[in-house]
């Protein structure tokens, strides 16, 4: 059985989504990386969406 799940990553200033990556089914936080946005043209926080 499969122990992951895909999630999207948004970034925190413009809202755009620019990453999907898998996670652990198990851990109860959410995963912030700091990920290059495109959109911004600079590196942001990236928050894992529903």
């Given at each position: 059985?499969?122990d992951?799940r895909?999630?999207i990553?948004?970034?925190?200033?413009c809202l755009s989504?620019?990453?999907s990556?898998?996670?652990?089914?198990?851990?109860?936080?959410?995963?912030e990386?700091?990920k290059y946005?495109p959109?911004c043209?600079?590196?942001t926080?990236?928050k894992?969406?529903?």
């Open positions: 059985m499969k992951k895909k999630v990553l948004t970034c925190s200033v989504r620019n990453y990556t898998n996670r652990n089914n198990n851990s109860a936080k959410r995963i990386l700091m946005c959109k043209n600079k590196h926080l990236h894992e969406t529903k």
